[in-house]
Every structure is written in structure tokens, then in C-alpha cells.
């Protein structure tokens, strides 16, 4: 058997720009409320403590989503490889061999019409028959349809 190229699919990047947008809302629409007039001055005052807690709680959360969105755009490491001797998830650290492999199912699921999660599953032996591990796939800089079918077609070649 001929032995094909490692193949390694990263985030897409076009993945983070959704929560940077989000982030940016949601921070801007703190600072705005922060220096606005009566609202400051509530939430400046003794009074204000809680909504300056309910404040500072959306001003993190939008912090979060930009530091999570400007991670998807700019890391280019390895998410997911297929090499010559299985396939390894970075994410997770796990990893299937292909003479483990029997068998692969994909499961998609779609919200309004675009996919909101794409699960591969892969049969594997386990002690008391089979079992299955999964592999997240949506977000990736490749279709999942592709991905799990070089994954389908590299486990056929090995068994």
C-alpha cells in the first residue's frame, strides 16, 4: 500500500469574526452605558453597586469573545492531522490508529439552514465488542463532508 501525505486542517478563519463583532457590542455598549448621563450617574452612585457588578460582568464576557474570536483568526495551528498511522485530534490529544479503525459515522446537525455542529464518530474496538470516539469538525478550514471522507476512505485502505 502506497502511504498518502499527512494532511493537517486548522480553525477556519473566518470563524472568529462572528464573536469578535459580538465582543465589540457588547464592550462598546459597556463603556457607552458607563459615560452616558443618568445611567452613570446610577451606577457612579452608592446605589449603582449592582449594576456596576452587572456592568463589569458584560464588559468581561466581551472581552472574552474578542480574545476568543482574534484566536480563531490568527492561530494557524494544527487542529486535526491525518497521518500515516491514524488520526489525531490536537484539541483533545486523541488519538485513533488506523488498524483500530472499523467504521465512521457522521452526525450534522443544521440551525436555520446553516450547520451549527458536524460530530464524526468512529468505531473502534474496545474490550467488550465496539465503540465509538468522536471528532468535532465543524469550524474547520476544510468541509467537514471532505474531512470525513478522507478519514472514511484512509481507515478502508488500512483495515
Known sequence: ????????????????????????????????????????????????????????????????????????????????????????DSRTGLFVGWRDFRGIRLWVKTTNGSLSKATMFIKVPKANGYGEVSFSLEDLDQPYEQVADLVHRRGLAAC
Open 1 to 88: 500500500m502506497q502511504s498518502e501525505p499527512d494532511l493537517d486542517f486548522r480553525y477556519n478563519a473566518t470563524s472568529g469574526i462572528t464573536p469578535i463583532l459580538l465582543g465589540a457590542i457588547l464592550c462598546g455598549g459597556c463603556v457607552f452605558v458607563l459615560i452616558s448621563g443618568p445611567t452613570a450617574q446610577a451606577i457612579h452612585s452608592a446605589e449603582g453597586v449592582g449594576g456596576l457588578a452587572i456592568v463589569a460582568l458584560f464588559l468581561a464576557g466581551g472581552a472574552f469573545m474578542v480574545r476568543f474570536g482574534l484566536k480563531r483568526v490568527f492561530d494557524r495551528s494544527v487542529v486535526l492531522s491525518l497521518t500515516a498511522e491514524g488520526i489525531k
